[in-house]
C-alpha cells in the first residue's frame, strides 16, 4: 500500500555532527512537508514543497538547517552542525494536488548528544 | 497568521464511554479544511476525520464525529463507544483552501482506561 517513507528511523549522532534524514513521498504526490515535533513546542512545519519547488521555509533555522528535493521520490533534510537543542521527532508528510490532507511518515527520532 | 488552540494538554476516560475533545482556531479565511490527527504511541499519525468549513454538516467517522461551529471558530472531536486503541495524542489542524501549510495544535494526550 502506498505510504511515506522515512530513513533513517532512529538516529544519535554527536554535536556537531552532520545529520541528513531522508523521505521517499508517496508516488504521485505532489506537495512535501517537513515538520518537527517536541515535548515543548508540539509540531512545527519547517519547510514544504509542491511540484520540488520549496514554496516556504520559514520555519527553518537557516544557519544549519537545509531542506531539498533532488527528484520527486526523494526529499532531504540536512542539520549542519547538529546540536542538542535538535533533538526532536522529524516527520515528512506528502499531499495530492488536491492539497485535501498530508500523509506522514512515521518518523525520525533524532538525538544529538 | 492562524492559530489552533487545544485547551485540555491531558485526559482520561473509561472504556465505553464517550469523550468529546475541544479545539478552537483563529483564521480570517472563511474557506478551509480542519483535522483531527490522532498519534498512538507508534508515533504514526493517521488523520482520523476531516471537515471543509463550506459544509454545514458535521463530518462523522464511524465513531468518531467532529461539532464545527463556524462562527464560534470551533471543531471539537466526539469518541462515541471509546475503546483501549483510542489512547493516543490527537492533534487538530487547520489548512486554508488553496495552500498547503497544516497548522497544527499542541495536541490533547487521551487515555482510555479499562
Known amino acids: 500500500d502506498a505510504r511515506v517513507t522515512q530513513t533513517p528511523r532512529h538516529k544519535v549522532t554527536e554535536m556537531g555532527q552532520e545529520v541528513t534524514m531522508r523521505c521517499q513521498p508517496i508516488l504521485g504526490h505532489n506537495t512535501v512537508f517537513w515538520y518537527r515535533q517536541t515535548m515543548m513546542q508540539g509540531l512545527e512545519l519547517l519547510a514544504y514543497f509542491r511540484n520540488r519547488a520549496p514554496l516556504d521555509d520559514s520555519g527553518m533555522p537557516k544557519d544549519r538547517f537545509s531542506a531539498e528535493m533532488p527528484d520527486a521520490t526523494l526529499a532531504t533534510l540536512k542539520i549542519q552542525p547538529s546540536e542538542p537543542r535538535d533533538s526532536a521527532v522529524y516527520f515528512c508528510?506528502?499531499?495530492?494536488?488536491?492539497?485535501?490532507?498530508?500523509?506522514f511518515g512515521q518518523g525520525t527520532r533524532l538525538t544529538v548528544v | 497568521a492562524q492559530t489552533v488552540t487545544q485547551s485540555q494538554p491531558e485526559m482520561s476516560v473509561q472504556e465505553a464511554e464517550t469523550v468529546t475533545l475541544s479545539c478552537t482556531y483563529d483564521t480570517s479565511e472563511n474557506n478551509y479544511y480542519l483535522f483531527w490527527y490522532k498519534q498512538p504511541p507508534s508515533r504514526q499519525m493517521i488523520l482520523v476525520i476531516r471537515q471543509e468549513a463550506y459544509k454545514q454538516q458535521n463530518a462523522t467517522e464511524n465513531r468518531f464525529s467532529v461539532n464545527f461551529q463556524k462562527a464560534a471558530k470551533s471543531f471539537s472531536l466526539k469518541i462515541s463507544d471509546s475503546q483501549l486503541g483510542d489512547t493516543a495524542m490527537y492533534f487538530c489542524a487547520f489548512m486554508k483552501l488553496l495552500d498547503d501549510k497544516i497548522i497544527f495544535g499542541k495536541g490533547t494526550r487521551l487515555h482510555i482506561l479499562p
Open positions: 508528510a506528502s499531499g495530492p494536488n488536491t492539497n485535501t490532507e498530508a500523509f
